[in-house]
């Protein structure tokens, strides 16, 4: 079943090709792969990252306010026909805690409500809901399609609770040209190292017996944002792509 609305943490750590495999292999006994990993295998993401010509969006968003909020065009293949399904989603930040707003749709109908207004003729409440939010946040920002990322993932859930996931990403891809999903997978790879960007997505506390495991590997969370990288990278801001200890 797709999930619509989120609201949880997400804590994020860089780990090491070595971590990872170490780390797969216990989440392996206590969780299972999600609903997109196929036979135990990972699977691609490609995100359209919305924002305003003089990048208002990303820029405010570094600076860590007690709200923020960002708009991407999400989806799990390359669309290869208006009929392919996409997701429109709104993601928040209050006071640490994540809310994200996905409405579904066709490339076709986002493509229309994005680029000419025309507002698609959804069939559930909740994502009719979903679209007047997205809708009240395109008029406050004047947006277009800035920076396309894309990276590989391979993710985990808990048993009992569908609340907790586990998730890694690498091969992280970004662009500022052809900013399109029909363009194809290619760009600049993000972080300059082989580390993958672990995260764990929560509502509540992280289990004791993950929480062990991350302390005695000395894996510390730190704060990334692949957009938020992506705009330091491009603009030569003051930050290299690795994890410092403790952040």
């Given at each position: 079943?797709i999930?619509?609305?989120?609201?949880?943490y997400?804590?994020?750590?860089?780990?090491t090709?070595e971590?990872?495999?170490?780390?797969?292999?216990?989440?392996?006994?206590?969780?299972?792969?999600?609903?997109?990993?196929?036979?135990g295998?990972?699977?691609?993401?490609?995100n359209?990252?919305f924002d305003?010509?003089?990048d208002?969006?990303?820029?405010?968003?570094?600076?860590?306010?007690?709200?923020?909020?960002k708009?991407?065009?999400?989806?799990?293949?390359?669309?290869?026909?208006?009929?392919?399904?996409?997701?429109?989603?709104?993601k928040?930040?209050?006071?640490?805690?994540?809310?994200?707003?996905?409405?579904?749709m066709?490339?076709?109908?986002?493509?229309?409500?994005l680029?000419?207004?025309?507002?698609?003729?959804?069939?559930?409440?909740?994502?009719?809901?979903v679209?007047?939010?997205?809708?009240?946040?395109?008029?406050q920002?004047?947006?277009?399609?800035?920076?396309?990322i894309?990276?590989e993932?391979v993710?985990?859930?808990?048993?009992d609770?569908?609340?907790f996931?586990?998730?890694?990403d690498?091969?992280?891809?970004?662009?500022?040209?052809?900013?399109?999903?029909?363009?194809?997978?290619?760009?600049?790879?993000?972080?300059d190292?082989?580390?993958?960007?672990?995260?764990?997505?929560?509502g509540?506390t992280?289990?004791?017996?993950?929480?062990?495991?991350?302390?005695?590997?000395k894996?510390?969370?730190?704060?990334?944002?692949?957009?938020?990288?992506?705009?330091?990278?491009?603009?030569?801001?003051?930050?290299?792509?690795?994890?410092?200890?403790?952040?």
């Amino acid at each position: 079943m797709i999930t619509k609305t989120f609201k949880r943490y997400e804590i994020k750590y860089f780990v090491t090709p070595e971590q990872f495999i170490t780390i797969k292999a216990a989440l392996e006994k206590k969780m299972v792969p999600d609903e997109f990993c196929k036979n135990g295998g990972s699977y691609m993401i490609y995100n359209l990252y919305f924002d305003t010509e003089n990048d208002e969006i990303i820029r405010r968003s570094l600076d860590k306010p007690y709200f923020k909020e960002k708009l991407r065009l999400r989806s799990y293949t390359m669309p290869t026909s208006g009929e392919d399904i996409v997701f429109l989603e709104l993601k928040k930040k209050i006071g640490g805690i994540v809310a994200k707003r996905r409405a579904i749709m066709s490339f076709t109908q986002a493509s229309d409500f994005l680029e000419k207004g025309v507002e698609p003729e959804l069939k559930t409440y909740q994502d009719k809901q979903v679209l007047a939010e997205i809708s009240s946040f395109l008029k406050q920002h004047q947006v277009k399609p800035k920076v396309f990322i894309s990276y590989e993932r391979v993710a985990y859930t808990d048993k009992d609770d569908p609340d907790f996931r586990v998730s890694f990403d690498s091969n992280i891809l970004t662009r500022r040209n052809d900013v399109s999903l029909t363009k194809g997978d290619y760009g600049s790879e993000l972080l300059d190292s082989d580390a993958l960007l672990m995260e764990i997505k929560c509502g509540g506390t992280i289990p004791f017996w993950l929480c062990r495991m991350l302390s005695d590997m000395k894996i510390y969370k730190t704060n990334f944002s692949k957009y938020g990288a992506e705009y330091k990278k491009q603009f030569d801001c003051p930050w290299n792509g690795k994890k410092t200890a403790g952040e």
